[in-house]
């Protein structure tokens, strides 16, 4: 009894041993990945190694962000972080709709009055002091449309911590306007600003 349970164990991890070479890699558990090199000595799919390099040793960059398209949901809003501060332009009040064009005139007006400041001069990066080279290496965008509506979540990290911000549109006449500005990582909303 005990030869035999020998025998089957060596059987078993000679066994063991053939399929870990070239027997996987033959694609006898499925096929190889493309481009595998048939001895499969590539590191698994879970590996948190750096990524690849050139073969000048650089690493490789994330693959560039889709082009965007004129008169989309993210277009209108692309400005707002290449002209940091834009949102409390005046001249920017064609691009908003009620409620946040509301809310911004009423912050204009108390400007205006001398009485001081409602808004953050840099509602767009969530209210954080910003190095606009940093913002500009980590800033994604991801549009949603549903029918005259979409939404524009920007993300971007600013000294370490990530900020996440939320624009809502709604097509008028045609073109996509801002409705609202909210912060998923701060917690607030434009249109619940009281500037009076």
Known sequence: MLRRLVFALSSLSMLAAGLSGGACAQGLFGSPPPNAPADDKSPPADDKSPPAATPEGKPTEPAPAAPVLPGSPTAVVKPFY????????????????????????????????????????NMALDNS?????????????????????????????????????????????????????????GEWALSQYQCE
Request: proline share 3%.
């Open 82 to 121: 290449e002209h940091l501060g834009l949102e409390l332009d005046p001249a920017q009040r064609k691009n908003f709709i009620d409620p946040a064009k509301t809310v911004l005139d009423k912050s204009d007006a108390l400007r205006a009055s001398g009485q001081g400041e409602c808004l953050d001069p």
């Open 129 to 185: 002091d910003y190095d606009k080279l940093a913002i500009d290496k980590s800033l994604r965008t991801i549009e949603a449309v549903n029918g005259d509506q979409a939404k524009v979540v920007v993300a971007f990290v600013v000294e370490g911590h990530q900020h996440r911000l939320e624009w809502k549109l709604n097509k008028v006449g045609g073109d996509w306007k801002i409705s609202d500005l909210l912060s998923v990582t």
